[in-house]
């Protein structure tokens, strides 16, 4: 019973940084409830706390009278006599508290309202706090490495979470490996704050380059817009106000020590940066680099943009995976087909029709090949499925099928 209970409170506004007026009025709170719960009403109690000094006060004020009706608002003058016989009947009379009368089962109660105060003031304040730093790149450790995502710890201790679906897929770590990440979303579950963090976020590529390149951060560059496929490439588009500042150049820095870094810290993600354009034909020209295109053709109603490849710049368009022509039609927001030029080198005329195959493959997916610009065999063959599957709107099933039936003929 002697315990003071004061220190315990001293050590939770130190652990959890409250500020001193919320931690009064936490205090205040559960001691008046406490009483209500032992008096029945607690109005007339004024509790008095020192937190810096230790110490707390608790008084109950009852008025003097001739007979009680209300024995917690109230004493008789018989009884107040016998203490002090200088009250008379009208006056308050004071009486303090000890913390002794709260009993075991009371002051047990003061500590679990106390816990349950403190920890949702804990939550509302780490919600606020990374609610206004959305956006920002954090730096932490990782606490505990999970299959489906990684618990990361921040400079206060405070649990952030990066799900597997924020991950670059290299992405490796263990426990006190450090993360850099952005944060990506801050919301109520279940009445905790859950802090999300991402790698494979847009902005954190952005914030990336804000970092390494001061021209960015400054204002003298801007990042017109990014699009990622995380952990393989990614296209920044980069604009300078400054006439007299490359924008490609300055990201690139000197030997490209400021590129190195961001590549690095993205698992060795390909990072291609553009001179950003308002003309749309100039910047799928700039985002397929290094192909050459031979002719460019844009079609505004249906936002798509037709272009004419020679055989030879085929794949470099295309990219592995279909990774550049993705991205470049995403960074434009224009679909883009790709044609093949007619080459008449001895490798295109051992070339085979798509329509000589119409009695193994069915005429519908033969037509949907050639609206690709893919009306040889050698064309399919050169594109890898995934592109196939997406350009077509075939199934992967028809894609591997229809390439193996190809495949097979020049195998023959």
Known sequence: MEVNLISTFAEFKELKNIDRATMMSVLEDIFRTQLARMYGDADNFDIII?????????????????TVEDPNKEISLEEVQKIDDSYEIGEEYPEEISLASFG???????????????????????????????????????????????????????????????????DFFRKGDTVKAVILSVEMKNNSPVITLSRTSNLFLERLFEQEVPEIFDGLITIKKVVRM???????????????????GACVGVK?????????ELRGENIDIINWTNNTQLLVQRALSPAKISAIRIDEPTKSIHIDLEASELALAIGRGGSNILLAEQLSGYKIDVYRLGDQSQDD?????????????????????????????????????????????????????VQRILRAEFEN
């Not at 403190?118 to 956006?135: Q, S």
């Not at 005429?363 to 196939?388: F, H, N, R, Y």
């Open 256 to 264: 490209g020590s400021r590129i190195h870094g961001i590549v690095r």
């Open 349 to 401: 005329e051992e070339d085979v029709m798509l329509d000589d195959f119409s009695d193994e493959i069915d005429q519908w997916i033969i037509d949907a090949l050639k609206g690709i610009g893919c009306d040889t065999a050698k064309s399919v063959l050169a594109l890898p499925t995934e592109e196939i599957m997406r350009r077509a709107d075939l199934e992967e099933e028809t894609a591997v099928e």
């Open 50 to 66: 020192n937190i810096d000094k230790g110490d707390f006060e608790i008084w109950r004020n009852r008025t003097v009278v001739e």
């Open 104 to 170: 075991r089962r009371g002051i047990l109660n003061l500590r679990q309202n106390l816990s349950s105060r403190i920890t949702d003031i804990e939550k509302a304040n780490l919600f606020k706090k990374y609610r206004d730093k959305v956006g920002e790149v954090l730096v932490g450790e990782v606490y505990q490495a999970w299959k489906k995502e990684v618990l990361v710890m921040d400079e206060d201790g405070n649990e952030l979470v990066l799900p597997k679906s924020e991950q670059i897929p290299s």
């Open 230 to 248: 995380p952990g393989d490439r990614a296209k920044v588009a980069v604009e300078s106000y400054d006439e007299r500042i490359d924008p490609v």
